[in-house]
């Protein structure tokens, strides 16, 4: 599993990480001590700080989307039964008013409000403080990186200098504030075609003999067939097929090589190592962490996590064309951590 990590989930995780310069419509994910910043491809951002690495603890999410007339939702996720009264900032009591609603879903309680004024009174109860201590245990929520994160939200959006931004505010009217950038557009639709177990071999047989070098490029293990993870065969027209060829098999999760297999045995099989618009040149996918195809959407899905939990990893989509796949949807979160296992921040998504 170290093994794993190391080839494919580590490497994606630091060049995430590290953030960067970023167009208007360009996804983008950076880190301030405590707290990371997510802003997607429709300039939807979310702003989440937890501690670092403890499973199932209390965190906080800011989320807005886009636009001038964009509200932001603020939500407490707590793993732990707890009232409006439970929470304070370095000791000082914090009073949530009627604005915030409490539900509880089986082990988790959250608060949110979207009320623009109790949101700037949480804002500045907290922006000087170092935590948010919530519950008799005293479960902590770290501050340091929370004004930083903010802050780079509203320069994402546009926001800064103007009556809609969380940090630096000014009077700068809502109205000055671009729309969202408009996405992408995916059509999925299901594959009405059905391989016969001979054509499977055949293919499955071309993408392992043509892949040798990715293969060995890829420090695949020859072992690494298993019950949950296999070689398989897949129809995406009448001219293509996706193929897995499993590569490394760990403890919780295995990876496959892809393959686009042309079915009339003209022309040989091609890798499919995708890179994820995620600022500079991109982050290339070599092999595929727990791959999967849905002839039913005609979509190619993957789902790495960064350890067993589940609390950090990173989820992908992408949609045959009749030509080639088209990125769909990316999730993502660099950090272990939070009240929620699978709550990772979307950096791409598509209509």
């Known amino acids: 599993m170290k093994h794993l990590y190391k080839r494919l989930i580590a490497p994606l995780l630091?060049?995430?990480?590290?953030?960067?310069?970023?167009?208007?419509a360009d996804p983008s994910y950076d880190r301030y001590k405590s707290w990371l910043i997510a802003c997607d491809n429709g300039l939807t951002c979310e702003a989440k700080g937890f501690e670092n690495g403890v499973i199932s603890r209390p965190d906080m999410h800011f989320h807005r989307a886009a636009g001038p007339n964009a509200l932001t939702e603020v939500a407490i996720g707590v793993p732990f039964p707890v009232g409006l009264n439970?929470?304070?900032?370095?000791?000082?009591?914090?009073?949530?008013?009627?604005?915030?609603?409490?539900?509880?879903?089986?082990?988790?309680?959250t608060i949110s409000t979207s009320n623009p004024q109790a949101?700037?009174?949480?804002?500045?109860?907290?922006r000087?403080?170092?935590?948010?201590?919530?519950?008799?245990?005293?479960?902590?929520?770290?501050?340091?990186?929370?004004?930083?994160?903010?802050?780079?939200?509203d320069d994402r959006q546009g926001r800064l200098g103007n009556v809609t931004a969380l940090i630096k505010r000014g009077a700068a009217p809502a109205?000055?504030?671009?729309?969202?950038?408009?996405l992408p557009i995916v059509a999925r639709r299901k594959i009405d075609i059905a391989l016969s177990d001979v054509e499977k071999q055949r293919l499955i047989l071309q993408a392992r003999n043509s892949g040798k070098a990715v293969f060995k490029a890829e420090e695949c293990e020859g072992t690494a067939s298993g019950e949950d993870l296999m070689e398989e065969a897949y129809p995406l027209d009448a001219d293509h097929a996706l193929v897995f060829i499993p590569c490394i098999m760990g403890a919780y999760q295995g990876s496959s090589l892809a393959f686009i297999v042309p079915r009339n045995g003209n022309g040989a099989p091609i890798p499919f190592q995708p890179k994820l618009p995620l600022g500079g040149d991109g982050t290339e996918l070599k092999?595929?962490?727990?791959?999967?195809f849905d002839m039913n959407t005609g979509s190619l899905q993957m789902a790495g996590r960064g350890r067993a939990v589940g609390d950090c990893g990173l989820t992908a989509e992408w949609v045959w064309d009749g030509a080639r796949f088209q990125l769909a949807a990316v999730s993502y979160q660099g950090t272990c951590g939070g009240s929620q296992l699978g709550d990772w921040p979307i950096l791409f998504r598509t209509r």
């Not at 439970?86 to 309680?109: I, K, M, P």
């Not at 109205?175 to 408009?182: D, E, F, Q, T």
């Open 119 to 126: 949101v700037m009174e949480l804002l500045s109860a907290l």
């Open 175 to 182: 109205s000055s504030v671009a729309a969202a950038p408009a």
């Open 128 to 153: 000087n403080a170092a935590q948010l201590e919530v519950g008799a245990d005293k479960a902590v929520i770290p501050l340091d990186g929370m004004v930083a994160a903010l802050l780079h939200m």
């Open 86 to 109: 439970d929470f304070r900032a370095d000791g000082v009591s914090l009073h949530f008013g009627s604005a915030w609603q409490l539900s509880r879903d089986e082990n988790l309680t």
């Open 287 to 292: 092999i595929l962490t727990e791959p999967g």
């Open 14 to 24: 630091v060049s995430l990480a590290l953030g960067g310069t970023a167009n208007a």
